[in-house]
Nanobody, 121 residues
Framework: QVQLVESGGGLVQPGGSLRLSCAAS????????MGWYRQAPGKQRELVAG???????NYADSVKGRFSISRDNAKNTVYLQMNSLKPEDTAVYYC???????????????WGQGTQVTVSS
């Protein structure tokens, strides 16, 4: 199976920065799209940013110009650089990945356990 482990969350003041990392491990043939989602209390989980294996990215309108997603395919790791953080960015951030366990297997979707990001003075 596949495990996604996030790190880098924490408490930061408004205007500050954080960098989240998510490392995938296990039986992996190829990872296709990787992404970051977030869920604030009382709200639905929403897509923050995604990146394909070829490096094509997409972002939620609320984070465009402030967040940047990147990945290291050799390390099966995806990153989220978050700048100019706002209190409304406070949420649990989840890593997500579409993974093929072998060349003949179907793609499966996996989630990390989540990491808390709190933006507060």
């Amino acid at each position: 199976q596949v495990q996604l482990v996030e790190s880098g969350g924490g408490l930061v003041q408004p205007g500050g920065s954080l960098r989240l990392s998510c490392a995938a491990s296990g039986t992996i043939f190829r990872i296709n799209t990787m992404g970051w989602y977030r869920q604030a209390p009382g709200k639905q989980r929403e897509l923050v940013a995604g990146i394909t294996s070829g490096g094509i990215t997409n972002y939620a309108d609320s984070v465009k110009g402030r967040f940047s997603i990147s990945r290291d395919n050799a390390k099966n790791t995806v990153y989220l650089q978050m700048n100019s953080l706002k209190p409304e960015d406070t949420a649990v951030y989840y890593c997500n990945a579409d993974v093929k366990l072998s060349s003949w297997a179907r793609e499966r979707n996996y989630w990390g356990q989540g990491t808390q990001v709190t933006v507060s003075s």
